[in-house]
């Protein structure tokens, strides 16, 4: 079921993970994946039903994807590793740290949040579910493209469009409907914050309106120790948006990380 992960980097290397968001593929981390190859052992995969991953029977449920990867390090024989996600991908590494925080060395939760859908998020994952019954992925395109760059970016095909807009018409429809399920009925982590004793760095892109500066500075507010960069010019996709900021603020987080006292067993 599990789908091979791309590995890049040295073996003996930190293992950096990284976790896509929804509707896209491992393809999102292209730029990141070219950088930090260099200095870790570089693991991105598709989540379920995204990429080339098949979709599997449903329903499916955040926790499976959580399952999906602890199981994909068993298979490369990672213990513990530095976990980086982005939107959905951060729902996924959040719930891992939350479940198994011993296999969690440091955790970048990108352009996300800890709470659960509200009334309103949820009516509007139904109406995306409906609209990709009727007229296909190209349909929630047009729903998510200005949600996710902002109308400017969308019209002048700014940094991450192309990609991103291909991704999401590359995704299969059902697994775009499993997906959505499976956020709409995520728990909501914000009470457990508290007792997280990972090292986090919080990324958010000044102009994300899907998951707003606000959530991210109440993520910070609530994990102890928690580092907190505000990405300019970038929306929700805030890796794609303005690449170099964003891979300095994961250079400096990870250099930190890696270089603290008792930074525990490394890989
Ligand atoms: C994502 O980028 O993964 C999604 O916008 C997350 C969501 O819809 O909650």
């Known amino acids: 079921m599990l789908h091979a992960p791309s590995v890049a980097g040295p073996a003996q290397a930190w293992p950096l993970v990284f976790l896509h968001g929804f509707p896209f593929s491992r393809e999102q981390w292209a730029p990141q994946v070219a950088t930090f190859a260099a200095t870790h052992r570089v693991v991105s995969y598709d989540l379920r039903g995204h990429g080339a991953a098949p979709v599997g029977p449903g329903p499916l449920m955040i926790e499976f994807l959580v399952d999906d990867l602890f199981g994909h390090l068993d298979a490369l024989g990672i213990r513990r590793a530095t976990l980086c996600g982005l939107s959905m991908g951060g729902y996924v590494a959040l719930r891992a740290v939350d479940r198994e925080p011993g296999r969690v060395h440091g955790l970048v939760l990108c352009d996300t949040r800890a709470d659960s859908d509200s009334n309103e998020a949820r009516l509007a994952r139904a109406e995306s579910i409906r609209a990709i ?34 991704l999401i018409g590359a995704m299969d429809p059902d697994g775009a409907c499993q997906a959505l399920g499976a956020m709409a009925c995520r728990l909501d982590l914000t009470d457990r914050l508290s007792a997280l004793r990972t090292p986090t760095l919080i990324v958010v892109g000044d102009r994300d309106t899907v998951t707003p500066l606000e959530a991210s500075r109440r993520m910070h507010a609530a994990i102890p120790g928690s580092r907190m960069v505000v990405i300019p010019d970038a929306g929700h996709v805030s890796n794609l948006s303005n690449v170099a900021a964003f891979n300095a603020a994961l250079t400096d987080f990870l250099q930190g990380l890696e270089g603290r006292p008792g930074a525990g067993q490394g890989p």
């Open 133 to 166: 019954r009727a007229r296909g992925m190209e349909a929630l395109a047009e729903r998510l493209l200005p949600a996710l760059f902002g109308k400017d970016a969308v019209a002048t095909d700014g940094p991450g469009v192309a990609t991103i807009r291909r």
